[in-house]
């Protein structure tokens, strides 16, 4: 099998709570996990006992006005007026901001599941309208307990997003951990090809599994990002590939599970090894 170099790391970023704003970071940690303090926390919905996400964005857009960060003390959670709470006392908080009653939880539980609303309904009936979302589990790719939606790491390429129109500070919309600047000449959606082949980064060795389904988030607000009905409507347009079972979808973005852990650092050699499975077009 040969290794082909394919791009080097540009930006690495971890997101504490599911569906808030996260961190950059100049270094992350792997395990089998996934990215260490990824994920690790949730708001779950007192009536429904789904996990909160924008997914469902008439119910949860408010998520993505707070951030979550690490620090010595622990997560702390950023509301959109400026307050500072350790997430173990956010929830009262949050419930406030959302308009809806959550607690805090700390481990995903068995079959989790969260509302996905199709991005088409969102883009052409409006955020605010009472769409019937469809019901998922969460994380069915990783062990554990993080709250990620499918595999424990999530990868984009520069190539994509310039594709899009995206800037590298935009990579947010797609909430990735790590944004990889490929060289000239790499197609748009290349990452799609990568599917069943190694990833190494550094050190670390990822499997990558499939082509990451976009919703409606990308085009909400992230913080003091305006909306952009651009981000998902080109991905609608221009790569609609297979995705696993889930079938024939919008994607942007790869997910991958952690073969070998370790340290990723900000400028990292990104190298292709193995046969890929190029996703279906």
Same mark, same amino acid.
């Given at each position: 099998?040969?290794?082909?170099?394919?791009?080097?790391?540009?930006?690495?970023?971890?997101?504490?709570?599911k569906s808030m704003l996260g961190e950059?970071?100049?270094?992350?940690?792997?395990?089998?996990?996934?990215?260490?303090?990824?994920?690790?926390?949730?708001?779950?919905?007192?009536?429904?006992?789904?996990?909160?996400?924008?997914?469902?964005?008439?119910?949860?857009?408010?998520?993505?006005?707070?951030?979550?960060?690490?620090?010595?003390?622990?997560?702390?959670?950023?509301?959109?007026?400026?307050?500072?709470?350790?997430?173990?006392?956010?929830?009262?908080?949050?419930?406030?901001?959302?308009?809806?009653?959550?607690?805090?939880?700390?481990?995903?539980?068995?079959?989790?599941?969260?509302?996905?609303?199709?991005?088409?309904? *969102?883009?052409?009936?409006?955020? %605010?309208?009472?769409?019937?979302?469809?019901?998922?589990?969460?994380?069915?790719?990783t062990p554990g307990g993080a709250f990620?939606?499918?595999?424990?790491?999530?990868? *984009?390429?520069?190539?994509?997003?310039?594709?899009?129109?995206?800037?590298?500070?935009?990579?947010?919309?797609?909430?990735?951990?790590?944004? *990889?600047?490929?060289?000239?000449?790499?197609?748009?959606?290349?990452?799609?090809?990568?599917?069943?082949?190694?990833?190494?980064?550094?050190?670390?060795?990822?499997?990558?599994?499939?082509?990451?389904?976009?919703?409606?988030?990308?085009?909400?607000?992230?913080?003091?990002?305006?909306?952009?009905?651009?981000?998902?409507?080109?991905?609608?347009?221009?790569?609609?590939?297979?995705?696993?079972?889930?079938?024939?979808?919008?994607?942007?973005?790869?997910?991958?599970?952690?073969?070998?852990?370790?340290?990723?650092?900000?400028?990292?050699?990104?190298? *292709?090894?193995?046969?890929?499975?190029?996703? %279906?077009?």
């Open positions: 099998m040969t290794t082909v170099p394919s791009g080097r790391v540009a930006a690495l970023r971890r997101y504490p709570v950059e970071c100049a270094r992350l940690e792997l395990g089998p996990l996934g990215v260490a303090g990824d994920r690790r926390f949730a708001y779950v919905d007192d009536e429904t006992g789904r996990v909160a996400t924008a997914k469902n964005p008439r119910l949860w857009r408010r998520l993505l006005h707070c951030a979550a960060n690490s620090g010595d003390s622990g997560v702390v959670v950023t509301l959109p007026d400026g307050r500072a709470i350790p997430v173990g006392q956010s929830a009262d908080a949050v419930s406030d901001v959302v308009g809806r009653r959550v607690h805090l939880a700390d481990e995903r539980s068995a079959g989790a599941t969260v509302e996905r609303s199709d991005p088409v309904d *969102i883009l052409t009936h409006g955020i %605010d309208t009472d769409i019937e979302a469809e019901i998922l589990e969460i994380a069915q790719g990620v939606d499918h595999s424990p790491v999530h990868l *984009i390429t520069t190539a994509t997003l310039d594709a899009i129109g995206l800037d590298l500070a935009e990579a947010v919309r797609y909430r990735p951990n790590v944004v *990889i600047e490929t060289p000239s000449g790499f197609r748009p959606f290349g990452e799609n090809d990568w599917v069943g082949a190694t990833v190494h980064i550094g050190g670390v060795e990822l499997r990558a599994t499939l082509p990451t389904p976009r919703c409606s988030v990308p085009t909400l607000e992230h913080g003091s990002l305006p909306r952009s009905a651009h981000a998902v409507r080109y991905t609608l347009e221009h790569n609609r590939v297979q995705a696993g079972e889930f079938g024939v979808l919008p994607c942007a973005g790869l997910y991958a599970e952690v073969v070998t852990g370790g340290t990723l650092g900000i400028g990292d050699e990104v190298r *292709i090894r193995g046969d890929a499975v190029p996703a %279906d077009r």
